[in-house]
């Protein structure tokens, strides 16, 4: 049977015509038939890049893949203009030619919809008959194979390194979109656009010789009328790392007001303190200042913050988003899936996160390409636009087009990234701007200064410009970004969203140059794999430019300023790199006022007192403006606990820099006050923000006559509030596993309450897989007078009341549980005798 071919023009690449005008210097799709089987090719410039390569797909109840018999096709021209909230360029014009070949078998028919543009080709399948679950497709890519190729294997988050490979030689295995390949110097990046909850996603199959086939993640999808886009971007380097085209074949925008989504950097604290840092109010709150002081407008916490089960009632995130607001700072959570993949536990959970105020929600642990998980998405996507939270999916499938139809959506984890310990060579690292970031939104955590890397303070500094992301979470400490000033300066200016991004130079696991702009500022990020070199930075366009260029020196990081019309070349460290600043010389810097608050100091006496209901204390403070500007409408007094009282505040209408305020207060504790400790901060309020430095009160009640505290240190082992199974205690023994003795005259009866301590809430000792367990015994002149049962970290409150009548020593007594834990932080809450 003679085989017909049927090519498709598409729009020349760079042209600015109408689409029914387009030329033919682009991708061009050749689909033919032959016996009833149906391929797909594309062509550029005359060169075959993906050679035929089958299409068609099977269901339940019809093989569309064979005996296929073409009975029409249509053309029509794609015009599209849509703009985005982040991503490599907001402003985005789409021009496509797209023709749609019907096919029959038997009685069944089958649509091909293949799209062409100056980026690339991608097709999808339409199914106008119900014909049962689709069961599979006949998809497949088919590169020659000598081409090489950047591959990852499959992991279903996607968290793999890509590695360089020969497209016929690679292992026959599962990899991972997207897949990169190199035939002949005209690039091929293989993905998939249009994923949602009406299909499956899917992974590539090297079946051999080059040929990788799409493999579905669900042996059968129901409900399908369409597929997915599977999509092809071709053209140089340059028009790969450019390409919008995952995007441009996505869905428009569900959201009609966006004016609330503002993309920026994060203060990321899980590699600056793991979870310790996720359950320490003070210590979030030193993020927050940090990030204010820098402009940087979010700060997440991470995984751990809930891990008391009382958290509605207990958190401290309703307080740290209350001090955040005040600095302009807003806060992002993590959120385990498990808590929320049902809509009624969304109902139950995400309100609550909304009242407190977070802008934010990091969501943990699909791990799923799914149907059944991408009908998940579909559902938490309009709830979390509907309540203004801004989205990061970690533990997630890659994006398919989400930042288009869900601008809300501000990245997405899918990479082998920083909190990786193994496998973050230079040449993953310098792959990744080819690769996985060139769909979508990246989180890969960069700056964490502070941590063993494989590259340099350049070649990390780089990648803040290197990898777009729409919240840039930065995974450094504040003290690592204070060791490099230069680095910290160029963070406090870089943007996470741009106007246009171009690549300089460069080849996958190599080196890269990129350039990334935002207004008029250019943005540049420039990082090697391997021994040193030069790279160079061309001028970005005609006329003079200012250009501020950071980048190893021989002790550390440096800055060199020049004003050049001509292309510089930049000397690189092994594995190293640099960032810079480009800006036209209207003045000596390109730097801009980041928006940080002014730098102000308070301080305050005494530092911590002990009172009880009705007691009053004095305070006093000093709030000093250590900016470079006057500060107005000053306002100075301390915020106190409901039910307490302060008295009248202290007011300036102008505080000039250098200058400072003092107020001097008489504070009277509440008739009946959270016991334990509670901060009383001494607030400086003007322009809108806040600054304020925080007296600490412990709080204990009086017992009545004839009933004694038993000597205490007050405080839990890590130093906070006694506090278990929800219930706060002024006074009390904070312990781990061990013996008290005190020597207690005639005494009748010891009361306490017990358990383990909230601060081990939630967490699990890795050695012994449990967590706090602990049992509490009252021994009496070395006879045992009560032993509790097994107490765990998730047990409430337990009461205890001992007949003591007698005794002249007592023991209190806290055991282990038998499992070597370490998380055995126990409470005598309350511990006191009746004599």
């Not at 699909?366 to 990061?392: C, K």
């Not at 160029?490 to 080849?507: K, N, V």
Request: aromatic content about 8%; charged content about 20%.
């Amino acid at each position: 049977m003679a085989v017909k071919t049927l090519v498709v023009a598409v729009l020349a690449a760079g042209l600015v015509v109408p689409p029914a005008q387009a030329g033919t210097n682009g991708p061009q799709a050749v689909v033919s038939s032959s016996g009833g089987t149906i391929t797909l090719a594309v062509t550029h410039k005359g060169k075959t890049i993906v050679q035929p390569s089958p299409v068609g797909i099977t269901t339940e109840r019809a093989d569309l893949s064979s005996g296929l018999t073409l009975v029409g096709k249509s053309r029509r021209a794609i015009f599209e203009h849509y703009r985005t909230t982040s991503g490599k360029k907001r402003d985005r014009v789409v021009r496509a030619t797209e023709t749609t070949y019907r096919f029959t078998s038997g009685a069944n028919r089958l649509d091909l919809v293949v799209r062409e543009s100056a980026d690339g080709v991608a097709y999808r399948y339409e199914l106008p008959q119900d014909t049962g679950a689709v069961t599979g497709e006949a998809s497949a890519f088919v590169l020659p194979a000598d081409a090489t190729a950047w591959l990852a294997k499959f992991r279903r988050d996607y968290e793999n390194p890509f590695l360089r490979m020969t497209a016929g030689t690679a292992e026959q295995a599962e990899y991972m979109h997207p897949a990169l390949f190199d035939v002949g110097g005209t690039y091929a990046l293989i993905t998939e656009s249009d994923v949602d909850g009406r299909y499956s996603g899917g992974h590539l199959v090297h079946t051999g010789g080059g040929r990788y086939q799409v493999k579905l993640w669900d042996e059968k999808v129901s409900g399908a009328r369409k597929t997915p886009w599977r999509t092809m971007i071709v053209g140089s380097l340059a028009t790969v790392v450019k390409s919008t085209l995952v995007d441009d074949l996505a869905p428009p925008s569900r959201i009609g007001d966006t004016s609330w989504i503002k993309p920026g950097p994060a203060v990321w604290t899980w590699l600056a303190g793991g979870r310790t840092a996720q359950q320490d109010l003070a210590k979030q709150k030193e993020f927050v200042d940090y990030a204010a002081a820098r402009g940087w407008p979010y700060v997440v916490v991470d995984a751990g913050w809930y891990d008391d089960p009382n958290w509605r009632q207990t958190s401290f995130i309703p307080e740290l988003v209350r001090y955040a607001k005040a600095r302009n700072v807003g806060i992002h959570t993590w959120v385990r899936f498990s808590s929320v993949d049902t809509p009624e536990k969304r109902a139950d959970y995400l309100p609550w996160l909304q009242r407190w105020g977070v802008r934010g929600l990091k969501i943990d642990f699909m791990d799923s390409d799914g149907q059944e998980r991408y009908r998940w998405y579909d559902e938490i996507l309009p709830e979390t636009a509907r309540m203004h939270f801004l989205v990061n999916f970690h533990g997630a499938t890659l994006p398919h087009g989400v930042h288009r139809t869900w601008p809300h959506v501000m990245t997405t984890e899918a990479v082998h990234g920083a909190e990786k310990s193994s496998g973050l060579t230079t040449s993953h690292i310098t792959a990744l701007p080819f690769t996985r970031n060139v769909v979508g939104g990246m989180d890969y955590t960069p700056g964490g200064f502070h941590r063993a890397r494989a590259n340099t303070d350049g070649g990390e500094l780089a990648l803040s410009v290197l990898y777009e992301s729409g919240i840039q979470n930065l995974a450094g400490r504040p003290d690592s970004y204070d060791a490099r000033p230069l680095a910290r300066w160029f963070l406090e200016q870089a943007p996470t969203a741009w106007d246009e991004t171009r690549l300089l130079s460069g080849r996958p696991g190599e080196d890269v140059v990129m350039a990334r702009r935002d207004g008029d500022r250019w943005f540049v990020g420039g990082a090697i794999a391997g021994e040193a070199r030069t790279l160079d930075l061309p001028a970005l366009g005609g006329g003079r430019w200012l250009v501020e260029i950071v980048r190893d020196g021989a002790a550390g990081l440096v800055k060199e300023t020049q004003v050049t019309d001509q292309k510089l070349t930049i000397p690189v460290a092994k594995d190293g790199g640099f960032a810079a600043i480009v800006c036209r010389p209207v003045r000596d810097t390109c730097a801009r006022s980041t928006g940080a608050i002014p730098s102000t100091t308070v301080v305050v006496s005494p530092e911590q007192v002990s009172v009880q209901p009705g007691q009053t204390f004095e305070m006093s403070g000093t709030f000093t403006n250590t900016s470079d500007r006057s500060l107005y409408g000053v306002t100075f007094a301390p915020r106190v606990p409901s039910g307490w009282s302060a008295s009248r505040a202290v007011r300036a209408f102008r505080v000039a820099p250098g200058e400072s305020v003092n107020g001097r207060w008489t504070v009277t504790v509440g008739a009946n006050p959270v016991a334990g400790l509670n901060d009383v901060p001494a607030v400086a309020r003007f322009s809108g923000v806040e600054a304020e430095k925080a007296t600490r009160t412990h709080v204990w009640k009086p017992l009545p006559a004839g009933q004694f505290y038993v000597p205490g240190n007050d405080l839990s082992v890590e130093g906070r509030t006694l506090t278990t199974g929800g219930v706060r205690f002024g006074k009390g023994i904070g312990t781990t596993p061990a013996d008290k003795t005190f020597e207690i005259g005639t005494c009748t009866r010891f009361d306490a309450t017990v358990g383990v301590d909230d601060e081990v809430d939630g967490r699990v000792d890795r050695a012994a897989g449990v967590g706090g367990t602990v049992t509490f015994v009252v021994v009496g002149d070395g006879r045992v007078l009560y032993e509790s049962p097994l107490r765990k970290s998730v047990d409430p409150a337990l009461p205890v009341s001992v007949d003591v009548g007698g005794v002249r020593s007592l023991t209190l007594r806290v055991t282990d549980g038998g499992d070597g834990t370490s998380l055995d932080n126990a409470v005598w809450g309350d511990a006191r005798l009746v004599c």
